[in-house]
């Protein structure tokens, strides 16, 4: 398994062809150049199931809070609530998702996973845990904790809203 390698503090970093060695060195860059190469391989990994990553985000989201109306999930997303409609238009498509009229507000929708989007999202997660092992690779359990740690006060201090991508008020 991964997490028994030893780690190999001098190994070089990885060059390609004729590339210079030297470049931009900061966390900013390493966090950016990670951070899409990870959402590269997510969406390669969830690609095999039908899915964008912008789905999952969805799917998880609406597992995590049955019922919850299109307009909360816009809220959440901070996007217009138009923009929700088009993202659970794809996933009701899939059969993923299912609009419910709400008993409370008849011109509201609430939103629940249908048999369906439940399983695809046991493949999702099972999926997310061999993406993190192998991006991870690298790190031991412990360091593995101390970065997520580290991960999420910047994340805070940030003031991202824990769980939302930022990519869905960007995305077209």
């Known amino acids: ?20 060695a030297t470049g931009p060195r900061g966390a900013a860059f390493l966090l950016a150049q990670i951070g899409a190469h990870a959402a590269g391989r997510f969406a390669e990994r969830v690609g095999h199931l039908g899915l964008t990553p912008a789905d999952v985000g969805l799917l998880r989201m609406v597992a995590g809070q049955p019922g919850r109306s299109q307009r909360a999930l816009a809220e959440d997303l901070g996007v217009v609530p138009s923009r929700v409609v088009a993202l ?49 690779a690298a790190l031991d359990p412990e360091q593995r ?28």
């Not at 006060?153 to 930022?166: D, S, W």
């Open 88 to 136: 659970i238009d794809g996933l009701e498509g899939k059969d993923l998702v299912e609009r419910r009229r709400s008993a409370e507000d008849r011109r509201n929708h609430e939103l629940h996973l249908t048999a369906e989007g439940r399983r695809t999202l046991g493949a999702v997660s099972r999926a997310a845990a061999a993406h993190e092992d192998a991006l991870l």
């Open 1 to 20: 398994m991964a997490y028994d390698r030893p780690v190999n503090s001098s190994r070089q970093p990885h060059t390609t062809g004729s590339a210079p």
């Open 145 to 172: 904790t101390h970065l997520l740690g580290l991960l999420e006060r910047v994340a805070a201090e940030q003031e991202l809203t824990p769980g939302v991508h930022p990519g869905y008020r960007t995305r077209g």
